[in-house]
């Protein structure tokens, strides 16, 4: 099993036609992710990538039953796509737009209040269930069938993290990357949710960084409902000088807030494992299982 998508999600990409939707979604599909349709207004009725191609989200629906949306729309824009997916009630939207105003995911965020969305994202390098469905930019050299659930704020070690789990042996449920951005979708507390609800999932990675409160919040969670699998932990940005925001807009401390070793012991006294560097992360899994 996995969480969020598998073989028979049904998905949509909204900016279809784009060259970069284009690119991706080729490749998803070559994977063997079921792409069903595309939204680009007023390109309703035509085919792209040999899929019909809808004006809206909500035909698209219609059209082809959908359950899942990837948005490669532009950051102007972005903010109206993800809306108009919650309003049509897809279950699963994967935004992996970069420099989405922050404003307008105060108002995404508005609109997922009492929806039945899961919002990945934005700047999200998307989910990935290993040879059953990609729906995101994420690369799959590396990917095994496995048990491990990986839940990551930065895309680069996840695909470290990802060749490690697959090289041990231990391989992957599900990785979802909830992106960089300081307001976004669901977080790691969703994700550990779901991995903890998923039988084929015996153990959880969560990849941090500095800036936010993500794992803070987690740590929060794990001290309130008992962890029934073990769970791992990467914070990067040890060094990072504080007060000044490192690659991910999401990626900054504020007068001592949120750096990475109050994460770190945070999480620590939740009873979360601590990889003590990016190299060691399957291992530490490894002998947490044990």
């Known amino acids: 099993m996995a969480i969020l998508v598998g073989s028979e999600t049904r998905v949509i990409c909204q900016g279809m036609t784009g060259r970069t939707a284009s690119y991706h979604i080729e490749r998803a599909m070559a994977y063997g992710t079921n792409v069903v349709g595309g939204v680009r207004p007023g390109k309703g009725g035509t085919r792209h990538l040999d899929v019909p191609v809808f004006d809206t989200v909500s035909d698209a629906v219609a059209g082809t039953g959908a359950d899942a949306s990837i948005v490669f729309v532009p950051p102007p824009n972005a903010a109206s796509a993800m809306i108009e997916a919650i309003e049509a009630e897809i279950p ?27 919002l990945v994202g934005p700047n999200s390098q998307g989910v990935l269930s290993p040879q ?11 990917e095994r069938p496995g048990s491990i659930g990986i839940v990551s704020r930065s895309a680069t070690l ?31 507390v969703d994700c550990l949710q779901m991995f903890m609800e998923d ?16 794992e803070e919040m987690a740590a929060d969670y794990l001290k309130t409902q008992k962890a029934s699998k073990p769970v791992v932990a990467l914070v990067a940005g040890r060094h990072a ?5 490192m690659g991910h807009a999401g990626t900054l401390t504020l007068f001592g807030r949120a750096d990475a070793n109050q994460k770190i012991e945070a999480l620590r006294s939740a009873g979360v494992h601590i990889a003590p560097n990016p190299y060691d992360v399957a291992e530490t899994m490894r002998q947490s299982l044990e």
Request: hydrophobic share 40%; glycine share 14%; charged share 20%.
């Open 92 to 118: 699963v939207v994967v935004c992996v737009t970069e420099r989405v105003p922050v404003l307008d995911m105060v108002r995404v965020k508005e609109a997922l209040e009492g929806s039945r969305t899961k």
């Open 241 to 245: 000088p504080p007060e000044r925001r």
């Open 132 to 142: 059953a469905c990609k729906l995101g930019v994420m690369s799959t050299v590396h």
């Open 199 to 214: 039988p084929d999932t015996r153990g959880i990675i969560l990849i941090g960084e500095i800036g936010g409160a993500e």
């Open 158 to 188: 996840t695909s470290e993290i990802v060749a490690q789990t697959s090289a041990a042996g231990l391989g992957q449920s599900t990785t979802v990357g909830i992106g960089g951005d300081p307001v976004h979708g669901i977080g790691f």
